[in-house]
């Protein structure tokens, strides 16, 4: 049976990011990146966001005339 040098397989640990992420992030390059691969929103997209943001205040102003306009309700002890 072989054995195979301890160098080719370091015990990873989980707070030594050095050897999971050899070379540090450059946070510029991914920032250019990130614009570069800019898409605009798709028609459908921006209907899907308008009506869940619709929705979601519709909802808010129901909960709070609910919650206004009916009586308290005593809480047993």
Request: aromatic letters at 10%; charged letters at 20%; glycine letters at 6%.
């Amino acid at each position: 049976m072989r054995t195979v040098p301890p160098t080719l397989f370091p015990k990873l640990h989980p707070f030594n990011s050095y050897q999971l992420m050899p070379d540090k992030p450059k946070i510029g390059e991914e920032m250019t990146k990130m614009q570069q691969d800019y898409e605009p929103l798709l028609p459908i997209e921006k209907k899907l966001i308008g009506w869940s943001l619709g929705i979601g205040l519709v909802l808010l102003a129901v909960l709070y005339c609910v919650s206004r306009f009916l009586p308290d309700v005593p809480q047993p002890l």
